[in-house]
């Protein structure tokens, strides 16, 4: 199975869950150090095979060197990219460009290369790591509400039409989940709403449980999707958020 983005976060949080089930791992992310330490760690831990990929995926010339490295794949995880917040006037063309990039085309085209070969050997998975900033729209998060939208209906309609060659492919929205990133968006939307990013433990008292979610419960919903015990989910996201999204918050 292959996973991007899995130098850190959510992705090696997969890399350890998928690894406690016997799974082989290709691992990619643009930091060769990073990937390297992963897959010593999880090499000592696991009896397993580990593969690192230190790419940049928003080249799409680098996914097709993917392909021809990773010939039999059977589960893949579209983790990679984070888009910044910030509201219209503020996330300049570039930026925005940049984002997407990585995060929503980077998708589209990792789904587009793999799919072709999952539906030509008749089974797979593909989960796509989105966010729930495409179900609660935010001006204030206007790129990544847009781009995760995107993603959301990108999985919806390639999910529903892949499952007649035997790929399913599902999408996971996390809200707030403890890692480096939701702690620099707290950060930056306390400095705008209140001019001090230290006040950003703030937004935490009508949280669940007063606390983020932990990498490692967004990874055992991700394992659970990927594996035959979903075998009837396709073209469906499931939302991994504590209720948030419906209780009118992202953050």
């Known amino acids: 199975m292959l996973i991007t983005g899995s130098s850190k976060g959510i992705g090696l949080a997969c890399a350890h869950a998928f690894a406690n089930e016997g799974c082989h791992l290709h691992l990619v992310a ?3 150090d990073k990937l390297e330490a992963a897959r010593d760690a999880l090499m000592a831990r696991h009896k397993i095979s580990v593969s690192v990929h230190p790419l940049d995926l928003s080249d799409g010339s680098n996914i097709s060197t993917l392909l021809e490295s990773v010939r039999d794949l059977d589960v893949l995880v579209n983790n990679a990219g984070a888009i ?26 990792m789904t ?6 999952m539906q030509e050997r008749g089974h797979g998975v593909i989960v796509n790591d989105i966010g729930t900033g495409g179900e ?12 995760n939208a995107s993603l959301m209906a990108f999985t919806r309609a390639i999910g529903s039409r892949s499952i007649y060659n035997g790929v399913r492919v599902v999408g996971v929205n996390p809200g707030p989940v403890e890692t480096d990133r ?14 001090d990013p230290e006040r950003a433990r703030e937004y935490y008292a009508h949280w669940p449980m007063q606390r ?18 979903a075998s009837y989910i396709s073209c469906t ?9 419906n209780n009118n918050s992202v953050l």
């Open 212 to 229: 983020f979610a932990q990498p490692k419960e967004i990874a055992d919903l991700i394992v659970f999707l990927a594996s035959a015990r």
């Open 112 to 117: 587009r290369k793999f799919l072709a070969r």
């Open 136 to 147: 609660k729209l935010d001006y204030d998060y206007i790129a990544g509400a847009a781009g």
């Open 237 to 245: 996201v499931v939302t991994i958020d504590g209720g948030m999204v």
């Open 182 to 195: 939701i702690q620099t968006m707290m950060r930056q939307k306390a400095e705008n709403d209140f001019g």
């Open 30 to 32: 643009r930091s060769a």
């Open 84 to 109: 910044p917040a910030g509201p219209i006037e503020v996330v300049d063309e570039a930026t925005w460009r940049r984002a997407w990039d990585l995060k929503v085309f980077g998708y589209i085209n």
